[in-house]
């Protein structure tokens, strides 16, 4: 057995026991006692300073004096001494302030539609083109063939057209002739003057006739389906022939080289992309909170981030649904950028024309929180006596916060706000609100 936690465990015990017995004389030794006043109440000579005699003859009405009430402590509290600034509400415009990118107005990727081999020279990303310019040109093979064939096949269609229309003519001049034969031929038969079987040989020339005009209209039915057949051809052919050629759909910069000479293209192989930014787009997305202050056709103003270029634009578009993930809206504005100084995916800060309200400019930390979790923040109120204000936070700046729901004028503390609550009495240090 160790001797030292023995000993160590006695000399605690021992300290306790002093402690204990003796509590009365350490307490008025440490409330300010001399050591032999300290030792008298130890040994019961005089009592301790914690029990002071009551005077013999005591007042009834001074009695309740002892006991202090809250109220009475409240009134002889000592006010918190806090750092305050006097701050007077200001009109500001209310823009609605969000950061976003640039975008073009439009990027389309130009791509074959059908396949061959490249034989224009390629022209070099950054270049200028304009709408219709030819971007890349295909080898055309046989298609030129293809499509002489084609009008070879529609001329012969169309050369039968006439003799298709004189056979049904004839076959209707055919079947006229047979008709009034068999109209002859029954008017005599009833007068007597011919047999039966002419008439039967009348009815069959009728029946043999139209058998022949619908023979000879199949026959024109199918020429004409054969015209229709044969220019279709010569449609696709010559439509063939066009995919041979892609061109600039819009006027704008090529972002990537065309496809080079001799390269082959599949369909579906990119030629080219093409972006347009004059005007450019600024995009970017508005909180839910923020979204019913904006209306397409309001101004709006940017900065950009390198080099803090502004522009001016307006609202061209604002979504109606939002972005699920973030619950936030696109809004995009329309700039000019006539000189294509302002490239595609540049960061930028967006200010939105709102309708104007007053504010205080604060420090960001005067703000705080009451027990409920409202943001606020705490001012001098009357009497000096701390007061808890809930504000609403209208735009965060380099300089400061700009805060709604403030009166006009307030006595903002913005040191030691944390250590008072309302109804507190606090001594304000005031400070001008720039320093």
Known sequence: MRLLPVLTAIVVAAALAVAILYRDALVAFANGASFEEAVEIAEGSAPPPAETEQPATQDPAAAPAETETPDAAAETQKPVGVVAIRSAAREIDGAVVLRGQTE?????????????????????KGSEVAAGDVLCELDPGTREASLSEAQARLSEARASVPTSKAR?????AGLEEARINLNAAQKLSEGGYASETRVASATAAVRSAEAGLASAESGLSTVTSAIQAAEAGVASAEREIDRLTMEAP??????????????????GGLCATVIQLDPIKLVGYIPETEVDRVTPGARAGARLAAGGREVIGEVTFLSRSADPQTRTFRVEITVPNGDLSIRDGQTVEIGIEAAGAKAHLLPQSALTLDDDGTLGVRIV?????????????????????????????????????EYVVTGVPVAPTYQEPTQ
């Open 104 to 124: 073009a107005a439009r990027q389309v990727e130009v791509r074959a539609e059908t396949s061959g081999r490249v034989v224009s020279d390629p022209r070099r």
């Open 168 to 172: 049904v003519e004839e076959a209707k």
């Open 250 to 267: 819009f006027g704008g910069l090529l972002e990537s080289d065309t496809a080079e000479i001799g390269s082959l293209l599949q369909t």
């Open 381 to 417: 109120g009357a009497e000096n006596m701390a007061e808890f204000v809930p504000v609403d936070v209208m735009r965060d700046t380099a300089q400061g916060i700009w805060l709604t729901g403030l009166p006009d004028q307030a006595d903002v503390i913005i040191i030691g706000q």
